[in-house]
Nanobody, 126 residues
Framework: QVQLVESGGGLVQAGGSLRLSCAAS????????MGWFRQAPGKGRELVAT????????YYADSVKGRFTISRDNAKNTVWLQMNSLKPEDTAVYYC???????????????????WGQGTQVTVSS
């Protein structure tokens, strides 16, 4: 059974930092590309960052570029999202997601991911 479990969310002041973790099980993790998405109240889910299975390639939404860093350790079946210089507009539920290996998934779309975590709340106060 596939499980993605996010942790590390919380309440932080603007300008602060948080590090989100996503622990995976039941997956051939080293073959899965991973993504972080977020959903703010009343808005749709948006892509934040992606990382390929090898970690050799990453992508960031313009809104987080230069502030967030995605990384992974395949030996630990874990992907992280380091979030610095947080802004109130970063407030959202953050989800990690895994694609189906070697499926040619569109990593820039929700539809490219087959497995999702339950989400972790990040709240940034002004």
């Amino acid at each position: 059974q596939v499980q993605l479990v996010e942790s590390g969310g919380g309440l932080v002041q603007a300008g602060g930092s948080l590090r989100l973790s996503c622990a995976a099980s039941g997956l051939p993790f080293s073959r899965n590309s991973m993504g972080w998405f977020r959903q703010a109240p009343g808005k749709g889910r948006e892509l934040v960052a992606t990382i390929t299975w090898s970690g050799s390639s990453t992508y960031y939404a313009d809104s987080v570029k230069g502030r967030f860093t995605i990384s992974r350790d395949n030996a630990k079946n874990t992907v992280w999202l380091q979030m610095n210089s947080l802004k109130p507009e970063d407030t959202a539920v953050y989800y990690c997601a895994a694609d189906r290996p070697f499926s040619g998934s569109d990593l820039y779309s929700e539809s490219g991911y087959d497995y999702w975590g339950q989400g972790t709340q990040v709240t940034v106060s002004s």
